[in-house]
């Protein structure tokens, strides 16, 4: 798996995956700080955002009149969160496996 997404290691939980949404945000964020997270976030983040004492900077989801259904937020959305709330999105001492969110900073395009 490690190979798969260019990394030196992959971690594999065996408890769902909201034990590891929580235990991802525990250990990126080390508990301190602000998160950009969508307002349509699933439970476990919420969760993990409680654990962690993190403050969460909400970004509305958009929402589709045709389809009925909420989108993630836009690449322009999360842009306009990041100019009003500047952080790091990773520690500078981050290991190597997360470290194409890194340039997500720089280039708003490349937003999923």
């Given at each position: 798996?490690?190979?798969?997404?260019?990394?030196?290691?992959?971690?594999?939980?065996?408890?769902?995956?909201?034990?590891?949404?929580?235990?991802?945000?525990?250990?990126?964020?080390?508990?301190?700080?602000?998160?950009?997270?969508?307002?349509?976030?699933?439970?476990?983040?919420?969760?993990?955002?409680?654990?962690?004492?993190?403050?969460?900077?909400?970004?509305t989801?958009?929402?589709?009149?045709?389809?009925?259904?909420?989108?993630?937020?836009s690449?322009?959305?999360?842009?306009?969160?990041?100019?009003?709330?500047?952080?790091?999105?990773?520690?500078?001492?981050?290991?190597?496996?997360?470290?194409?969110?890194?340039?997500?900073?720089?280039?708003?395009?490349?937003?999923?």
């Open positions: 798996m490690a190979e798969a997404v260019d990394a030196d290691k992959a971690f594999f939980s065996t408890c769902g995956s909201s034990l590891s949404v929580k235990a991802s945000i525990l250990a990126v964020t080390r508990g301190s700080g602000d998160l950009l997270i969508g307002r349509d976030a699933h439970k476990s983040v919420v969760a993990g955002l409680i654990l962690s004492g993190l403050q969460p900077r909400w970004i989801p958009r929402w589709d009149q045709n389809l009925h259904i909420a989108h993630p937020p690449p322009e959305d999360v842009q306009k969160m990041w100019e009003r709330y500047p952080m790091r999105l990773l520690p500078d001492h981050q290991p190597h496996p997360l470290r194409h969110l890194r340039r997500y900073r720089g280039d708003p395009q490349y937003l999923p």
